[in-house]
Each structure stands twice: as structure tokens, then as C-alpha cells.
């Protein structure tokens, strides 16, 4: 088999085996640094160009890296909503976000909110109220309102229903129930659990 070898008389193959080479070469383990990053409480120190390069997302980060899938991929250009995630308790879109724009910031994830087996209560609510469908966007609605609660406790039926209206839900969305469900916990002293 031949290669065929473009106007300069190279290979795709061989210009690809030299820019392997030379990426792998950059990096060396002790030019490495690591990166701390604060995900649901613990610390993760990762090498950068090993774990870690600055063009990765949040998103893949969280997926790839951290191995936490909770967080979901979709569009993949923040017109869906299925990548939140909490950045200092506030919602954001984590494939819009580069990790390394993340460090000294608190990250959470759906993942973060059950603790010792036991459910957020407003994951305890969405299950409570049927108030999920397929899983997909469901991780984002809990952590918009999530950050709802903690800065209004008793948030109207227009509050709830604007901050989840971020994250698109293909199935129909149980929007109503959704709704219910928090009026439902706000009502219980969302803060006091």
C-alpha cells in the first residue's frame, strides 16, 4: 500500500506520527502541575496536560476525568441546560466553563448532594412527586432549584418555574409536578431539612 504524500512530498501518516511524538514529548512528568479543583466537597488534584489540558470543559472534566456522569451531555454549546452545575452555589453551565477557569471555586454536581445515602431533600421531593421522567435533564432542575431555595426558602410558582426553565426537557417535562413538589418543600422549611 502506498501513501499518498500531498504537494510537499508528506504523508498524512507521518505528519500525524510527528505531531503525536511531539505532543507526548511536551509533557513531561515533572513539567507537569497540578491543578486542584473543588468538586462536592473534595479536593482533586489533577495533572495538567496529563488529566487536565486547558481546553477541556467543565463537562468533560466532570464526565471524563472525575468519572461523575451525573452531570449530562447534550448540545454541548449551552442551548440545552443538562450540564448544570453549581459554581459557588450558583447554576452554570459547565460546557461553557473551562476547568481551568474552575480553580478556587466550589463545584457541585448532582452527585454532591446525597450524603451518606441519604437524598438532598429536594431530590427526596422530585421522587416524592413523580416529578422526573427519563434522567436527563432531571440533574439540572434539582441544582436550579437547589440555588432557588437557598436564596428565596419560599419561592413563588413563577420563581420555580424561571429557574428551571433553562434546561430543556424533551419528554414533556412533568413541569407541574416539579412545580408542586417544591411549593411542597417550601412550605416544609426547605432550610431546617
Not at 512530498?9 to 511531539?22: A, F, M, N, V
Not at 449530562?72 to 477557569?101: E, M, Q, T
Not at 436550579?144 to 420555580?160: F, G, H, N, R, V
Request: hydrophobic share 35%; glycine share 8%; with cysteine.
Amino acid at each position: 500500500m502506498t501513501e499518498e504524500k500531498d504537494d510537499i512530498g508528506i504523508s498524512k501518516r507521518e505528519h500525524l506520527k510527528d505531531y503525536t511524538t511531539t505532543a507526548r514529548s511536551e509533557y513531561s512528568e515533572s513539567s507537569l502541575k497540578t491543578i486542584k479543583l473543588m468538586v462536592n466537597g473534595a479536593t482533586y488534584a489533577l495533572m495538567e496536560g496529563r488529566d487536565i489540558k486547558p481546553h477541556h470543559t467543565l463537562l468533560y472534566t466532570l464526565r471524563e476525568t472525575l468519572n461523575l456522569t451525573g452531570t449530562k451531555i447534550s448540545c454541548d454549546y449551552g442551548g440545552c441546560g443538562r450540564c448544570v452545575v453549581l459554581i459557588d452555589g450558583k447554576p452554570a453551565l459547565s460546557c461553557l466553563l473551562l476547568s481551568v477557569d474552575c480553580i478556587g471555586k466550589n463545584i457541585t454536581t448532582i452527585e454532591g448532594l446525597c450524603l451518606e445515602g441519604k437524598l438532598d431533600p429536594v431530590q427526596q421531593a422530585f421522587f416524592d412527586y413523580s416529578a422526573l421522567q427519563c434522567g436527563i435533564c432531571t440533574p439540572s432542575q434539582i441544582l436550579e432549584i437547589k440555588a432557588l431555595l437557598e436564596k428565596y426558602p419560599k419561592p413563588t410558582e413563577d420563581q420555580i418555574r424561571e429557574a428551571i426553565s433553562p434546561t430543556i426537557c424533551r419528554c414533556g417535562g412533568p413541569y407541574k409536578l416539579v412545580v408542586e413538589a417544591i411549593l411542597a418543600i417550601a412550605e416544609a422549611d426547605y432550610k431546617n431539612g
